[in-house]
């Protein structure tokens, strides 16, 4: 009989129990182990709640199996993962944009991935609503893995190595695009952030003793930052124009989805949860340092008609505040979950 376990964050001592036990195949499809999902204390309740997707072992490894598959792009040379990297916080370190087959170049700025179940709508433009939804636009964008969905079903369908992993994860081998999705949904749902120094601060734990500049940076962050970044996700998930002067591609942000003039410049407000490690910044990856996304709320803010008004005269702080507020930006790396084996890439 196939367990179920939803409630718990996925347990880091799974990770350890699991890299103790294997050499070779990173986690073994029908070995059952408890994958689970929690909302942390505190946290307000997710978007995306499995109801309908039981979170499985099985399910979360076949999810990541399809994550890291290259099979889904065109030419076999591109995965969710080439542009996500764990070590960056599953963002695409050192690329202002994302880079697809053929070494395409997209339009915007990879995001990081962490706390997606939280998330109300995807893509900086918020184009999609809905996490189950979401894998299908880089699949068959031409400029990422510009493959057709209905050819992707087709490959995993006639690779033998998939069958095993989708009759243990949904009872038969049967391959379609809703089992994909769903697959791929128990992965990206199941990757909580919320063990970084300002987690372990907030819950009064080891590790969580805060510097005094951290402290100071706390404090200005809560001033200046969190009606965009609102704690403990770091994001509202609103769409704002923050300023950005727009650049020759003259991206019209969520208005390419509303068709509203007054939705011009908006793009959705990113998490800060790991923006340490996911340089470099912004939708169009313009801003290449932390120094300098502060630096572009005090001094490079860009006026237009849909300017968010609490940024209509940028944010007043002094160089040394602006130094503690972004050694309070660093305290939001969460080591555990870049470095969690559970979300890294199949050993072959």
Not at 141 to 168: H, I
Not at 227 to 252: A, I, V, W, Y
Not at 341 to 348: D, G, S, T, Y
């Amino acid at each position: 009989m196939k367990k179920t376990v939803v409630g718990g964050i996925v347990a880091v001592a799974i990770a350890a129990m699991w890299v103790a036990s294997c050499k070779k195949e990173t986690i073994d499809p029908g070995k059952w182990q408890p994958i689970s999902f929690n909302v942390p204390k505190g946290w307000p309740a997710p978007a995306y709640t499995f109801a309908n997707n039981a979170l499985t072992y099985d399910g979360f490894v076949l999810g990541r199996k399809l994550f890291y598959d290259v099979r889904l792009s065109k030419d076999s040379t591109v995965s969710c993962g080439t542009c996500h990297q764990q070590f960056a916080g599953f963002a695409q370190l050192g690329h202002d944009l994302s880079h697809g087959v053929n070494d395409l170049l997209g339009t915007r700025n990879t995001p990081g991935l962490a706390n997606m179940a939280w998330h109300t709508s995807f893509f900086w433009d918020g184009g999609v609503n809905h996490l189950e939804s979401q894998p299908i636009a880089p699949i068959q964008n031409p400029v990422e893995m510009a493959l057709p969905m209905a050819e992707a079903v087709q490959r995993v369908k006639n690779a033998n190595d998939y069958r095993t992993y989708f009759e243990n994860a949904f009872g038969n081998d049967t391959v379609n695009s809703q089992r994909i999705f769903r697959a791929l949904a128990q992965f990206m749902g199941a990757m909580v952030s919320a063990d970084s120094k300002y987690d372990k601060y907030m819950r009064a734990e080891a590790g969580g003793t805060m510097t005094a500049s951290e402290l100071n940076g706390l404090t200005l962050f809560r001033q200046h930052c969190a009606t965009c970044h609102k704690e403990p996700l770091m994001s509202d998930f609103s769409f704002r124009n923050n300023g950005l002067k727009p650049g020759t591609q003259n991206d019209s942000g969520r208005a390419h989805i509303t068709r509203d003039v007054a939705d011009m410049y908006k793009f959705k407000v990113p998490s800060l949860r790991n923006v340490a490690v996911t340089a470099p910044y912004m939708h169009d990856g313009k801003v290449k340092t932390l120094d300098d996304v502060v630096e572009h709320y005090r001094t490079g803010i860009y006026s237009s008609p849909t300017l968010d008004p609490s940024l209509a005269t940028g944010i007043a702080i002094t160089d040394n505040e602006k130094h503690d507020l972004v050694n309070f930006l660093k305290t939001l790396t969460d080591s555990t979950f870049i470095k969690n084996p559970l979300f890294a890439e199949p050993v072959k």
